[in-house]
């Protein structure tokens, strides 16, 4: 329910523990990414797509009548900027992963397989080095946790405009169009 208080949500909950997770995060794809989906991936450190995907990026909050959620209005203005943030949030246009690739959001794999190939690529690193997982665990900490205070006010005022949309009715009427269209 919309009206419990933000900390107290199972989704609060997981959103907290995505962002202030001290492991490195890895997602690999294999086909199109759609909504939290794709907001997810904004916030793992290594994502990889499959090399023969036609998969795509896509954000379509405002066509269900939601604003950005799970700190995307913060981290996907911050990676592309303004303009392309804009198209991608606010007008909802599609992202292939060429296109994300460019992007910097995301890295093609070699393979069809990119499960496969990041398992391979992570066993290779340990056995070359074997302090690499504390190694990376100064990454994150270094980087991604950071941003945990920021990211986290960006999920609350997008959560406030969420309850607003819920409460009002706009949301379930919105979506249903959306998902019949689908």
Partial sequence: SYSTSLPT????KFMLAIISCPSLLILTLTGPIIGIGATLLLHCDYVLSSSNSMGYLWYPFTRACLPPEFGSSLLLTRRLGRTRATGTLAFGERMSFKDAELMGLLKIGKTANPFGEVIEMLKGLYTKNHNFGES?????A???LNEVREVMDAVTREFEVIRERVERGEVEEATMKLMAKL
């Fill in 9 to 12: 949500l199972p989704v609060y």
């Fill in 136 to 140: 990376v665990r100064r990454y994150v």
């Fill in 142 to 144: 270094l980087t991604r």
